[in-house]
């Protein structure tokens, strides 16, 4: 049986950093490869995921907008209907201070955020799932994170 495929729509609207969009691609497809063996979802042949790269100004508005809390976060998931999954928001100021602050890679901090978003665009909170998305997500950490690059400053 054939992998289901992800197509990724990327934008940046940020110039401080170099984003290699080929790389975005394959770790997103691997995400999808190893969520699609790993739990029960209806995945179609394709699907389709829009990636959006923000500075920390845009997404403080984009959070007080769509959440009512004005200050920056690190990601936004927006789900949509299959097959396209939907938009992931990601900020990289915010994802430079969590790496930071956690001693690891800017590159390694997004592909735990980008992971993140797709399990939100799959309906996971872990605001209110009792810990659901957060041990998956673990799990899911342990054969995903690499030390790709994904950017560049």
């Not at 995921?49 to 004005?70: C, G, T």
Request: charged share 20%; aromatic share 8%.
């Amino acid at each position: 049986m054939k992998k289901p495929k992800i197509q990724v729509n990327l934008k940046t609207y940020q110039r401080r950093w170099q984003i290699d969009p080929a790389a975005i691609q394959r770790y997103l497809q691997k995400v999808w490869n190893t969520i699609t063996s790993s739990i029960q979802i209806s995945a179609s042949k394709q699907t389709e995921v829009s990636v959006v790269f923000l500075n920390q100004q845009q997404m403080q508005k984009y959070n007080h907008q769509y959440r009512k809390k004005n200050y920056a976060t690190d990601v936004l998931s927006f789900p949509a209907d299959p097959p396209y999954l939907g938009d992931i928001l990601l900020c990289i100021d915010k994802a430079q201070e969590n790496a930071a602050s956690a001693g690891y890679s800017i590159n390694r901090e997004l592909q735990i955020l980008l992971l993140h978003g797709v399990l939100h665009l799959l309906g996971y909170d872990h605001e209110t799932d009792h810990g659901e998305m957060d041990a998956l997500e673990g799990k899911l950490r342990k054969r995903l994170i690499t030390n790709r690059q994904l950017i560049q400053l």
